[in-house]
């Protein structure tokens, strides 16, 4: 079985954040290897050119993630407070559906409900899912659609925790994407 990766990059910072432990993303590659191969592995992310996040970007692609990035846009909101977002959902969707003949599994890492239909479809065409992320971030309509093919870090932990020396995965300006 072939099996493409789509990381949702900000969902997966704010999915940490709630854990209150690191993934590795390199241990995803490795777990996820147990359905098939691995024929692409793609992490989405807003940008704000620094050089901690150019430096997680390259360890990315040494391990095998391919990059997808838009800038990161800025503005203030009525109230006064000032807000950063880039959101890559559509992209996400995008190329599931433009590399849709170059696997057979997708696995989602993201528990965005803006998903769901997407997955929906492809189930109806013939393909197999599986999401990962854990039940403090997953939308219920994922859950719901996903059923045995949801898989909760919290369960996978011990195959999947970043272990090595304490090294930010983002730069603090990631944390303002959504």
């Not at 789509?6 to 709630?18: A, C, H």
């Not at 189930?123 to 197999?128: I, L």
């Not at 898989?151 to 930010?168: A, C, G, H, L, N």
Request: proline share 2%; net charge negative; hydrophobic share 35%.
């Amino acid at each position: 079985m072939r099996v493409a990766i789509f990381v949702d990059g900000s969902n997966f910072y704010y999915t940490q954040k709630k854990l209150g432990w690191k993934i590795d993303l390199k241990k995803i590659l490795d777990y996820c290897s147990q359905w098939g191969e691995i024929t692409d592995a793609y992490y989405y992310n807003g940008t704000e050119e620094n050089d901690s996040q150019r430096a997680f970007f390259g360890t990315l692609v040494s391990i095998g993630y391919s990059i997808v990035t838009k800038p990161v846009k800025h503005f203030n909101n009525e109230d006064g407070t000032h807000s950063a977002k880039a959101n890559l959902d559509i992209e996400i969707v995008m190329d599931m559906f433009s590399t849709i003949d170059t696997y057979d599994m997708a696995v989602l890492v993201s528990g965005d409900s803006d998903f769901a239909r997407a997955l929906q479809i492809l189930r109806t065409r013939g393909k197999k899912f599986k999401v990962l992320s854990t039940f403090q971030c997953v939308a219920k309509e994922i859950r719901y659609l996903c059923g045995m093919h949801f898989i909760d870090f919290v369960k996978i932990r011990d195959s999947v925790e970043k272990t090595d020396p304490p090294q930010s995965y983002h730069s603090r300006e990631e944390e303002s994407e959504e």
